[in-house]
């Protein structure tokens, strides 16, 4: 958080805010890290303000990733050419076992870093590497370290990655210390502590019922891989061991039955829908962004693991959009009918990356529009490039074509962590070194 206000002025605002929508020109003004106003602000208003020139720039909510392994952050697009099992296989079964703390740290710090100058400046961190407390540690300094906001979610099973499917142990009672030691307040700094469990999919139901046991004493939310091809009895389960509940995150959920989607928002959990990993390592036929839709379950976008996806979320939502449209019309090709009009639309899309995600961690009190007293998670994309330029709705431009590299400016709590195009936080330079030592390292080891 900075003492100084930040005035970012003249841009296109999309609020997100439905009582206020988008203002064109409009600025934001940020004062002790939160939102202090949203329109035209008068310029005594904001005497000695940094001043932020958004003119020919869109100024959207930070984007809120609702499901990433943020350790792989070193591993880059390794297992783009695999499904699920070949990932296991590699990474989890390969790479996993011979990360030390120390390459947790550089992978986690690097992992945020792409997030954050992607525009994501909210991540739930599905931290399945922790072989120790010295793992746990390194995991949480980096996330703060990056500056990004969040949920540290800690994964199991414990000493062996391996031994994340089908084992009988439960989950590491290490999680008791972590919370009581690095969230003392139940927050740290930007972030909250969360549970990343193996549930029924990957474990007993007896297992589950323990571990679901220890996150509801310790008060904390949890989430599960869910609905995967392969990997069934997912929610049903849950469901008859009286699990669910409105602290119940699903990642993926693409094979989910229409009961089951019933279950889920009658309990009011949430669903993080990971577009590009769900199709290329075949999880399902498709995303499950309609069900969540139709059945009105708070959903938000994810990129999983970027061993097999971007690290940004602009191409989520593009690839979110189109397999839902080519979901929700397979009947009427399949009959090879013309389809006359479409539902959703690139600004659901980004309500998806923003509001969803903020509403499927409730978070929406304190992020995801851009609205006066929540938390200033704010980024400027530039729109002046050819391929964003000229356009009608510039949400649509947007999701059409923007990238990373259109991410001018990023701020998270009042704090400038993205400016000009350039990482600018404290460890911007020294993440870089510290991921190639880390590669370095995980080469030798596993002869990646
Ligand atoms: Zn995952």
Redesign the pocket.
Known sequence: MTNQDLLITGGHVVTLDPDVGDVPGGDVLIRDGRIAAVGTVAPEDALGAQVIDARGRLVIPGMVDT???VWQGALGASTGDTSLMGYVGKVVQGIAPGYTADDIYAGTLWGSLQALSSGVTTIAD?S?NLQGAQHSEANVRALHDSGIRGLFLHGGPGPDPAAFFGQPARHPEDARRVQKELFPDGTSGRLRMGMAFRGTSFTSAETTVEDFTFARELGLPISI?AGMAGFPDSVEALYRKDLLGPDVNY??ANQLTAREFELIADSGGSIAI?AT?EMLMVLGTYPATGSAFRYGIPAGL?A??TTSSGVDLFSEMRIALAAERSRANKDAVARDEAVLSVELDQRDMLRLATTGGARAWHMDDEIGTLTVGKNADVVVVDMRAPHLDGFADPVSTLVFGAGPADVETVVVGGEVVKSGGRLVGPYAETARELVQQSRRRITERTQA
Do not use: E, G
């Open positions: 499901h990433r392994h599905w399945h891989h990642a993926h990971s990993v994810s999983d693991t």
